[in-house]
């Protein structure tokens, strides 16, 4: 089993639409969590930290359930430039040689079309 | 300004010919990290180096070695390239182990 598990999509969506991102992780020692954005070919970029009380930056609302170890992302009102892939990734636990390491999941795609 | 730099951003190799991918950052940051990212997968961590302790992932093979002379520089080397060594590899910064990582663009490597 994959450490962070992600549905690959595609997600093709209508410009305005709202769409939702799940993503799950195995190791219930994990720390941090976060959303990151890579637009094709180039680098992955911090989208948002994710909290267990939930957080929100202007369309994007992220939470996490520790208990199912499971984190989403919200998009609201979708751009046509919000057309990247999601990637989901956590911090492990379990010692210090884990510490600051990033797992990423596979990434989801999205495509917001006009 | 870019913070993290990248050279080159392509780079085509021979199979078996090594290889040394560059990185650089006006951070001053404490630590440097490379992850290597094959198409339409995750990216994955080879290695880190906080300041100058270098910290090898379990997986990573042995083809795999990295360089990091001073605060501002990292590089990776690649002693044999294989075909399964094309990929994209990034290099990122970190302050601190747990803080915020700021990737770099990217070196894509063709292995020919």
């Known amino acids: 089993r994959k450490e962070v598990e992600q549905d690959p999509g595609p997600f093709n969506v209508p410009e305005g639409a709202t769409v939702a991102f799940n993503c799950t992780y195995s190791?219930?020692?994990?720390?941090?969590f976060f959303w990151y954005r890579q637009d094709c070919r180039k680098e992955p970029k911090l989208l948002m930290s994710v909290y267990s009380s939930g957080n929100e930056d202007g369309r994007f609302t992220a939470q996490l359930n520790r208990a199912s170890q499971y984190i989403s992302l919200l998009i609201r009102d979708s751009k046509l430039s919000d057309s990247a892939t999601y990637l989901c990734?956590?911090?492990?636990?379990?010692?210090?040689?884990?510490?600051?390491?990033?797992?990423f999941g596979q990434g989801t795609t999205l495509q917001v079309k006009p | 300004d870019a913070m993290v730099i990248q050279n080159p951003r392509y780079q085509v190799t021979q199979f078996g010919k090594p290889v040394t991918l560059s990185c650089s950052q006006t951070l001053n940051h404490n630590v440097m990290y490379w992850y290597q990212q094959k198409s339409s997968q995750a990216p994955k961590l080879l290695f880190h180096?906080?300041?100058?302790?270098?910290?090898n992932e379990a997986d990573t093979p042995d083809n795999f070695q990295s360089r990091r002379p001073n605060t501002s520089f990292c590089f990776l080397d690649i002693r044999s390239p294989g075909l399964g060594d094309a990929a994209m590899y990034l290099c990122?910064?970190?302050?601190?182990?747990?803080?915020?990582?700021?990737f770099g663009p990217g070196t894509r490597l063709l292995v020919l």
């Open positions: 180096y906080y300041d100058k302790d270098f910290n």
């Open positions: 990122a910064t970190s302050m601190r182990r747990q803080e915020t990582q700021y």
């Open positions: 990734v956590v911090t492990p636990g379990g010692g210090s040689s884990n510490t600051g390491k990033l797992i």
């Open positions: 190791n219930s020692a994990s720390q941090s």
